[in-house]
Structure formats: C-alpha cells, structure tokens
C-alpha cells in the first residue's frame, strides 16, 4: 500500500482564490511526522509546513494552513490568497516512529491562473 | 538559517567517468543527510541515508558500490556516481537535518546530471 498518496497530478486555481491540495497517509505508527514542500521549475525543494502526529492544533505558516484530520488519515495543505509565484508541484511527505526518512507522494502540479 | 547548497548545479559527463556531487550544510551542523533521486514528472525517491562518521545506508535496490557517498564533516557530504552510464541521468537532491530527532529535512537546489 501507498504510505502518502495524492489524489490530484494537477489542479489549477484563480489567483487571490484559495486552493487545497490533498495528501491522505498509511501508517501504523503512533509517532509520526507530515510535511508538505514546494517545488518551483528551478528543482529546489522548499519546505512549507509541518505537523506532528501529537499536534492538537493544525499547523499554520503565513498563507499555509494544514488540515490534518488523524482519524481520516488526512493532511490536506490548504493555501490561501493564491499568487501566481504558487506555481508549482507540492509533495507531501511523511516520516514515521524513529525514522529520519521522509516517504514522499507522488505530488500536485498546481498552476495559478491571472 | 537552514540553508543547503549543492554544486555542482548541473553537470554533463561522458559514459564512464565518475562525477562528484557535493552537499553542504551552511548554517547549521548536519548530523544527517540524505541523497534522493528524481526522474522528470515523478516524485523523490531516497538513495541513502548519510550519517557523519559512518558508513551511509543505502535504500533497497541502490548500489552502494557504484553511488558511493561520504560524510566526513558536519557540513558536507558527497555522492560519486561510478562509472556513469545515460541511465544514470537524472536530477539528484540532497536534504540535512540537525539532531537526532530534527523533524525537517532541509533541501539543497538539487543537481542536473546528463550522462551522454
């Protein structure tokens, strides 16, 4: 079984609109980690939010906002106030228990349309 | 802070030769890095896990023998592609963490490497 998985290979969104980019995990860990990052055509990977399993509170940074439902094993990224420098593919990821590695999906390639 | 760098950024060899790509953590010591592959459209798959001092550990599937890796510091870590071969073109990214339970893995720009 896929342990991130993203449901979308592209979405498009208006500017200034916001926009949720989904990511559902598999794990049996109690002990976990979620991260989104953004990846522009450049190739750098920029890291956006992060989550931990025990975190009651969803994350926020800036625009950035983590929907994370632990029962639906969800952890959807939602951007707000969309720009056209958003443009990009997003991947989400996970680490599990003790592990240092993140296990990423697949990605959304998101275009912001003016 | 948490910035990583990578050179070279791009790099084009012939079939054989061996090719070096350095990582370096600028601002912050990584006790941990790691080396990921990523093939046009797909998402990152990690090679190896490179830990200061010690033999890296390499995923299932990667050969150690011909992607060898060396962390000798806490702020540089290198990956040799051995005897480079076009199937080995691909864009190579590697990521750093401080501590032993860092929770973000901090990304370099990645490297472009063609193998003609």
């Known amino acids: 079984a896929q342990k991130i998985t993203q449901t979308q290979p592209g979405m498009f969104v208006q500017e200034k609109e916001a926009v949720t980019l989904d990511c559902t995990y598999d794990?049996?860990?109690?002990?976990?980690?979620l991260f989104w990052y953004k990846q522009p055509s450049s190739g750098e990977m920029i890291f956006l939010i992060y989550?931990?399993?025990?975190?009651?509170q969803n994350a926020t940074e800036g625009r950035y906002s983590l929907n994370f439902q632990k029962a639906r094993k969800s952890a959807n990224l939602v951007i707000s106030a969309s720009q056209l420098g958003d443009s990009a593919m997003y991947f989400c990821?996970?680490?599990?228990?003790?592990?240092?590695?993140?296990?990423f999906g697949s990605g959304t390639q998101l275009t912001v349309l003016p | 802070g948490a910035v990583v760098s990578q050179h070279p950024s791009w790099v084009i060899c012939k079939s054989g030769t061996s090719v070096k790509i350095e990582c370096r953590s600028l601002?912050?010591?990584?006790?941990?890095m790691f080396w990921y592959r990523q093939f046009p459209k797909q998402s990152l798959m990690l090679m190896a896990t490179?830990?200061?001092?010690?033999?890296?550990?390499?995923e299932q599937g990667v050969e150690k023998d011909k992607f060898l890796i060396n962390h000798a510091s806490l702020t540089l870590s290198t990956l040799t592609v051995t005897s480079a071969h076009p199937e080995d073109s691909s864009f190579y990214i590697c990521?750093?963490?401080?501590?032993?339970?860092?929770?973000?893995?901090?990304f370099g720009p990645g490297t472009r490497l063609t193998v003609l």
């Open positions: 990521s750093a963490s401080s501590g032993p339970k860092a929770d973000t893995q901090y």
């Open positions: 794990t049996s860990d109690q002990s976990y980690g």
């Open positions: 989550q931990g399993s025990y975190d009651e």
């Open positions: 990821a996970m680490r599990e228990g003790s592990a240092r590695q993140l296990t």
């Open positions: 601002d912050f010591q990584a006790t941990t």
């Open positions: 490179s830990n200061e001092g010690s033999k890296a550990t390499y």
